[in-house]
């Protein structure tokens, strides 16, 4: 691993990992049709698509950078729609999904660059008027997050990215530049919250529901 580059991190080391971050399942089946075609970029392990299953989505589709853990998705869900991908452009057509989710994906991107980029293809990929599920994590002001982020800013030039003892670097967002990369949809829902992460601390968190234009 090189730089803010984090494929090779998620695939030496995320079937390992337990991922927590929740789907407002309520939220979500308010707004998206039984009938929908739904993509989970970022999917992981298929956890979020496993539950859209069981709540009686039958049009699922998981992309993840990451090999094994597509495998273990697989493994515990042989049944559901998994795909590895290396990154660039997605391949789908365009307006394939009604809508797509993408949970605790951004704080994975530390580069603002390739989170504007993955957001261009998502929504290449959505119809018009498809919706948008992003969950992520926002700054926090305790001292262990300050002196890590001020060590990240240092290092990496970005307020907010932090690194992982197992060798990981993530970010935690300004909820203004959240906003701000989703300035084109439509905000139908957004709640500021806590979750807690892959490595069991709390961390201050959003969900937002966003339609396109």
Same mark, same amino acid.
Request: aromatic share 12%; proline share 4%; hydrophobic share 35%.
């Given at each position: ?37 739904? @993509? +989970?970029?970022?999917?992981?392990? =298929?956890? &979020? $698509? ?7 989505? /039958? %049009? *699922? !589709? ?17 049944? @559901? +729609?998994?795909?590895?991908?290396? =990154?660039? &452009? $997605? ?7 009604? /809508? %797509? *989710? !993408? ?27 498809? $919706? ?82």
């Amino acid at each position: 691993m090189t730089g803010l580059d984090q494929q090779a991190y998620w695939t030496e080391k995320g079937a390992t990992k337990k991922f927590t971050t929740p789907l407002d399942l309520d939220l979500f089946t308010a707004h998206v049709p039984k009938d929908a075609r739904i @993509l +989970d970029f970022g999917c992981g392990y =298929g956890r &979020t $698509l496993a539950e859209l299953r069981d709540a009686g989505y /039958a %049009a *699922l !589709t998981g992309i993840d950078f990451a090999e094994p853990l597509i495998k273990r998705g697989l493994d515990e869900n042989p049944a @559901l +729609d998994l795909h590895a991908y290396s =990154g660039g &452009t $997605l391949p789908y057509a365009d307006n394939t999904f009604d /809508a %797509a *989710l !993408t949970l605790a994906v951004f704080t994975c991107m530390p580069e603002t660059r390739t989170q504007a980029e993955t957001l261009l293809e998502l929504k290449r990929v959505l119809k018009p008027g498809g $919706l948008l599920y992003v969950t992520d994590f926002l700054l926090n002001r305790d001292r262990r997050n300050l002196d890590r982020y001020k060590t990240g800013q240092e290092k990496y030039d970005i307020y907010g990215i932090f690194e992982v003892s197992d060798g990981g670097v993530l970010r935690h967002h300004d909820v203004n530049h959240m906003q701000a990369l989703f300035f084109d949809f439509e905000t139908v829902a957004f709640e500021e919250t806590t979750f807690t992460t892959m490595h069991g601390h709390e961390s201050r968190a959003f969900y937002g529901l966003y339609r396109m234009p």
